[in-house]
């Protein structure tokens, strides 16, 4: 079992930063692949960003278009988010996902857990 806990979300101007959080704990995170995905009010749930377990392999949505990087630090148990460039469409709930494959994915029915999410606002 993993338990998986995001953090650093809020509201944040069109243009800004933010940096979310995943910390996993209850099993060796270093072999778990790691994807962030989002999910908006009455929309899909869409990839976002995935990393495999070494961390030097990274996926990205188009849409990302170079504003995102994913990183994890195996030390910490920690997947990173780095945003920037916020736009209002990016607006939504972000959630972490663990992989027990270890290569990251960009299809969400290849992740076995996920975090309760941590919510994004981007507005002026």
């Known amino acids: 079992q993993v338990q998986l806990v995001e953090s650093g979300g809020g509201l944040v101007q069109p243009g800004g930063s933010l940096r979310l959080s995943c910390a996993a704990s209850?099993?060796?995170?270093?072999?778990?692949?790691m994807g962030w995905f989002r999910q908006d009010s009455g929309k899909e749930r869409e990839f976002v960003a995935a990393?495999?377990?070494?961390?030097?392999?990274?996926y990205y949505a188009d849409f990302v278009n170079g504003r995102f990087t994913i990183s994890r630090d195996n030390a910490k148990n920690t997947v990173y988010l780095q945003m920037r460039n916020l736009e209002s469409e990016d607006t939504a709930d972000y959630y972490c996902?663990?992989?027990?494959?270890?290569?990251?994915?960009?299809?969400?029915?290849?992740?076995?857990?996920w975090g309760q999410g941590t919510q994004v606002i981007v507005s002026s």
């Open positions: 209850g099993r060796t995170f270093s072999r778990l692949g």
């Open positions: 990393i495999n377990r070494s961390g030097d392999l990274a």
């Open positions: 996902a663990a992989d027990s494959v270890g290569q990251g994915s960009s299809d969400y029915r290849d992740y076995a857990y």
